[in-house]
């Protein structure tokens, strides 16, 4: 069994962290780890605060992300090997990121989906959503192979955003924040 130690000292990356680029692999053993870090990177989502957190922005590459679409505890969701059986229809929405902070993206997305699934400590399901939860199973399920909202823009996003992206690429050069204004 895998251990993923320090878990306090987990921190969400930015870009433009490679490791954001990287796929993830699936996971293969489960149990109380998993169900730790599940429940510490749900922790960390709510202190941003945020919807939605994959595994490999906390530098973890492993096939898992967790949600919360309403802030009601009994909505945390995990969801392990996930895997789209239904993706249908289609609807514009400008779209966030913790890894991307300060740039809004309009993607589009699915509006409904099936996904199937298993829990942490490996059992499986399935669940339909829409709209938004739809969007953020979406949205996580990218950055399980790779793919970061800032990585596919319009030339309208691109010139919204061209002063945020330059202050994380900034940022992650230098280690610290950079000067505002
Ligand atoms: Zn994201």
Known sequence: M???ENLDKLTILHYPNPILK?????????????????????????QEPGIGLAAPQVGILIRLFVCNVTGEPDDDLVFVNPRFT???GAVDCEEGCLSVPGVNVTKRRASHAVIEAMDATGRPFQMSGID???RVWQHETDHLDGRLISDTMSTADEIVNRRAIKQLKEEYAGGRPAPRG
């Open 22 to 46: 990287k796929a993830s692999a699936p996971v293969e053993e489960f149990g109380e780890e998993l169900v730790q870090l599940s429940q510490r990177m749900l922790e960390l989502m709510k």
């Open 86 to 88: 239904e993706l249908t």
């Open 132 to 134: 938004l939860l739809a």
């Open 2 to 4: 895998r251990t993923f």
